[in-house]
């Protein structure tokens, strides 16, 4: 049978609304199932809405992606992070 569920996000780190993250984190999104990695988009942004420069890695093993910033973040500052994938 076609699998008819699309992935979700099974997991997350920081958490939503986290405080007090070290500015050197990086974020991770785990999906509820594989996905294929050229089909992962993973975006930080900052309170401006600019994108924030970042590498993204996929591990097909724990179903992960990491997002890590190429500097550190800013202090007291809200970033919002979006991830989408296709299995």
Known sequence: ????????????TPA?????VPVGSTVTATFSEPVQAATVTFVL????????P???A???STQTA????TSPLTTNTTYTATVSAAD
């Open 66 to 69: 990491t997002l890590t910033p």
């Open 58 to 60: 996929y591990s097909a």
């Open 16 to 20: 939503a609304g986290a405080t007090a």
């Open 54 to 56: 970042a590498s993204v």
């Open 45 to 52: 942004k900052d309170p401006a809405g600019n994108t924030v």
């Open 1 to 12: 049978a076609q699998d008819q569920t699309a992935p979700s996000l099974a997991a997350r």
